[in-house]
RNA sequence: GGCGGAGUAGCUCAGUGGUAGAGCAGGGGACUCAUAAGCCCUUGGUCACAGGUUCAAAUCCUGUCUCCGCUACCA
């Protein structure tokens, strides 16, 4: 993986129409991990994320609920934010469509295009729903009175056809399949890549970009005739229409980057290393939107990672099935820290993958409460009871080695993206220390040297000193993962944790997971106190649904 | 329909020619530093099915069945 000395990573904006579900934030958990392990490393690190409010149906939502608009999204937002501060989701910067930056650079986007000659006015034909608007083809049902919104069933629906933007997507096949081809890591997993190289391969159709009926969005820039739709008293003529869907989502990118009006800030951010995204939308941020940035004459982004969806018994958690878990009650009774942990250990982050909360509270049992957390719990005490507190230097035992093998494969994992690898290598090593702790047996050591037999005492202390040097690597290790459990648990070793709470500040990671990179600072380990208590089934809310 | 992927222990999966594996769950044991955790041992599988190639197939070939993904304008 490169070693940028900079790193700019968004995830998908999530729909602004609802209360977030676990399945939606799972996404930006990921991102985050990878966020705070490349801002541990030392990279400059940006991390984007937001949430996108425009569209008919937020605006119909909104008007059933008697609300304005503004004051609907205003709230799913705070909602949104609330979650993912529960989740100790670390944005640099939390984007809005509705931010007024966004709406200037989609519309500067769409000037781009206009001048590149890559978007024209076409017919956009569909069914139209006169209660919601235009509904694909795949979102209307076939009654015994006719095709029908499935929301709005006793309305008739129309065949209409509008006048409207189109971009020349077809124009960019052969360079997009060049792309793909040179950069086969622009687009991963590889049967997600495979699978866009194939509709590439199919041929590319036009997509339109403006909706003529359309209010609660950003104002299309340009009237038919190609001025400006901007008046003299800076209001937009609303025949030009507005912005439609992908020139507007997509955008959020760019505009968290500086673009236009910031250039250097544009031009250090720009292109971004990884766009997080789920597998619904591959075929926008991996086709769509390298065309488009082309034709703004900006460079594609350099890594978009596909991401599964969560299921509840086979079937995809969603907000209308209702099988989601709510984030808030996986925090409550897992902690923050153990939330992220098992979600992202749970689900391998390339395909989609089955979670419950019995799978979780097991997860969290055997691997942090069980393991881990009473590793770091019976090294602790040990030290205690047999060193009166006093934190010994790490030898040069067998788990030194292990570790030696253990931290390339942790990084690596982590960036390419499999972060439930990273964490199973982890736990590896988890496992060996353990092991080691049972085949070392520093209870007879510390017996024997207290009879007062030969070497026995530094014995112990080595084997000591290894399994304190083996949590502080694990809890600095994971620390992307359990950005409060890591403080914790280096506080319980007696050392400072030196990175602010986003994860910044602190000295270049890798060399923090050093074996034996403090061995020459005396110390005294904290009073033993369990960081992940073991939960009981009883204790454990009851899942949703 | 087309293209692609998958069917291996109760669960999640690894294993691409040479005597069936891991983790979790279940059972037993010895220990005691520890969150009754950890450690050791262990019960589970005709590797979807049927043929074929081979000294040898979960692994290669053919066919069948089942499941899944993609197959254009939802945010």
Redesign the pocket.
């Known amino acids: 993986m490169s070693s940028a000395d900079r790193y700019y990573i968004t995830t ?4 602004a ?1 609802n209360r977030p579900g676990l399945h939606t934030l799972y996404e930006v958990v990921g991102a985050d991990v990878i966020a705070r392990w490349h801002r541990m490393k030392g990279d400059e690190t940006r991390f984007l994320t937001g949430t ?1 409010e ?5 605006a119909q939502k909104a008007a059933e609920l008697g609300k304005s608009t503004k004051d609907f999204v205003d709230e799913n937002v705070a909602l949104f934010r609330a979650a993912e501060d529960a989740l100790l989701i670390s944005p640099d910067r939390f984007i809005r469509t509705t931010d007024p930056d966004h709406i200037h650079a989609a519309q500067e986007m769409v000037r781009r295009a206009y001048a590149n000659g890559d978007i024209y006015v076409g017919d ?3 069914w139209y729903c006169p209660a919601e ?7 209307v049902i076939e009654t015994a009175d006719g095709t029908r919104c499935p929301n709005h069933p006793t309305v008739p629906l129309q065949w209409l056809s509008e006048h409207n933007w ?1 971009f020349r ?2 124009a960019y096949q052969a360079r997009l399949e060049r792309h793909f081809e040179e950069h086969p890591d622009f687009a991963q997993p590889d ?2 890549r ?3 190289l ?2 590439i391969r ?8 403006s909706r003529a009926g359309a209010t609660w969005g950003i104002p299309f820039p340009i009237m038919p005739d190609g001025s400006s739709s901007q008046r003299p008293d800076g209001t937009w003529d609303p025949a030009a229409g507005t912005v ?3 020139y ?2 997509l955008i959020n990118y760019v505009t968290g980057a500086g673009f236009p009006d910031d250039p250097t800030a544009f031009a250090r951010w720009w292109p971004a290393d990884l766009h997080v995204i789920g ?5 926008f941020h991996t ?1 769509y939107w390298p065309a488009m940035l082309w034709s703004a004459g900006l460079e594609a982004p350099r890594r978009v990672w596909i991401h599964g969806w969560l299921l509840a018994q086979g079937e ?1 958690m969603s907000k209308s099935l209702g099988n989601f878990l709510d984030p808030v009650d996986v925090v409550r009774t897992l902690g923050a820290d153990g939330a992220r942990y098992v979600t992202l250990r ?1 689900v ?1 982050f390339d ?4 979670v419950s909360w019995d ?1 979780f509270v ?2 969290y ?15 602790v ?2 030290a205690n ?2 060193l009166g507190g006093e934190r010994p230097a790490p030898g040069n035992g067998g788990l030194q080695g292990r570790w030696m093998q253990a931290l390339p494969a942790y990084g690596e994992k982590l960036e390419a993206c499999q972060l439930s690898e990273a964490l199973a290598g982890l736990w590896d090593f988890v ?1 060996a220390a ?2 080691d ?3 070392q ?4 050591l ?2 024997e040297a207290g009879a007062g037999a030969e070497g026995k005492n530094e014995q112990l202390r080595g084997v000591l000193g290894d399994l304190l040097e083996a949590c502080r690597l694990i809890g600095l290790a994971v620390a992307p993962f359990m950005p409060t459990g890591a403080p914790k648990i280096l506080a319980q070793l007696g050392y400072q944790y030196a990175y602010r709470a986003d994860g910044n500040g602190g000295p270049a990671l890798l060399d923090e997971l050093r074996w034996g990179a403090h061995e020459g600072e005396s110390g005294r380990v904290a009073v ?1 106190e ?5 939960i009981e089934a009883e204790s454990a809310t009851p899942a949703p649904g």
């Open positions: 998908a904006i999530a729909y129409n996108d425009h569209s008919v149906n937020i956009y034909e569909g608007g235009f509904k694909s083809p795949s979102d189109f997507l077809s049967y997600r495979n699978e866009m194939g509709f199919g041929g590319l159709e036009d997509f339109s970009i439609y869907v992908w507007d989502a597998k619904d939308i591959a075929r086709i995809r749970e391998p395909r989609d993958a089955d799978s097991r997860r049992n055997a691997d942090l409460a069980n393991n881990f957390g009473n590793l770091l719990n019976r090294s005490s040990m009871r047999y496992d353990n092991r702790v049972d085949l047996q520093p209870w007879v510390a017996k033993a369990p960081l992940f208590p073991r």
